[in-house]
């Protein structure tokens, strides 16, 4: 098999079919198959992917949701591809996006891991999908909306043509063309992570084996991510924050003092509980 694309569903039938149509629409000149892994929904959306799309589509059904890097590892384990693709079960992939990437990762086999242009529902950019990686000082500058000139400290790379290719240091788990064998070098996803940060982790990872993670600018996805101004679950919330916390912690605070860190840990708990009580006055969806 050329390629394997790995996609996690929970309790998101529409989302995900239409994800899947996305890619079965096409033809490719090389093997494709999809894996859908779910995460032990709690409705019927399982039962009825396997309906609708029968033998066309491989699926693994978790028992417990162990979250959305443990459902990833767990189609990866049975992967014996060239190449895999992690993709988020809402979205859409257009037409030559997987061709095109994949024919560039043939010619650059020094590229570890490759994304594409993310679009929202709107068709503005999703700006995770072209970034540095996180740290105190760029962190601090984007939280306060703060304007730098400064390279090292533009998390979101707003300075970077949006349809150019170039080298970044990480892409968005909505989207992830890698080599399997890079995976199996440096590991899978950190199931530490329950959602959130793993795609930072493991790219953070990837360039730390040396290979080269691109953006290519050329090529497009459309990305259903909730709205900001729609009530969240607070689970999600607090996964959200614990992924900084446990990223920091594992890739940071060994270069920091212990003051440094402390500020940090604070900082990440005071967003948290602040975000969870802004979220009580939001709408619901």
Not at 66 to 73: K, L, M, P, S, V
Request: some cysteine.
């Amino acid at each position: 098999m050329d390629l394997s694309v790995v996609i996690v569903n929970y309790g998101t039938f529409e989302l995900t079919k239409n994800t899947i149509n996305s890619i079965l629409e096409y033809s490719y000149p090389f093997s494709v198959e999809v894996i859908v892994v779910d995460n032990a929904s709690p409705d019927d959306s399982l039962s009825k992917l396997r309906q609708y799309f029968n033998d066309k589509v491989r699926f693994i059904a978790s028992k417990t949701n162990r979250g959305f890097a443990a459902g990833n590892n767990q189609a990866l384990e049975v992967v014996d591809s060239k190449y895999v693709l992690l993709l988020n079960s809402d979205t859409i992939v257009w037409e030559n996006t997987l061709a095109d990437i994949y024919s560039y990762m043939e010619n650059n086999p020094d590229v570890g891991a490759c994304g594409c242009q993310v679009l929202l529902e709107d068709n503005s950019l999703d700006k995770a999908c072209k970034r540095s990686f996180p740290n105190v000082k760029n962190s601090f500058f984007r939280l306060f909306h703060i304007p730098t000139k400064s390279k090292d400290d533009n998390y979101n790379l707003d300075d970077l043509d949006d349809n150019g290719i170039y080298e970044i240091d990480c892409l968005t788990g909505a989207f992830i063309f890698t080599r399997k064998k890079v995976l199996d070098d440096i590991g899978f996803l950190d199931e530490t992570f329950f959602m959130y940060g793993e795609d930072i982790d493991l790219c953070y990872r990837i360039k730390d084996a040396n290979w080269k993670i691109i953006y290519y600018g050329k090529d497009k996805i459309t990305h259903f991510k909730g709205a900001s101004s729609t009530k969240q679950k607070p689970k999600l919330i607090y996964e959200f924050y614990r992924a900084m916390y446990i990223y920091y912690k594992k890739h940071h605070a060994h270069e920091s003092n212990f003051l440094t860190n402390l500020v940090v840990y604070l900082g990440i708990a005071v967003l948290c509980v602040l975000k969870l009580f802004l979220n009580i006055f939001k709408k619901k969806n």
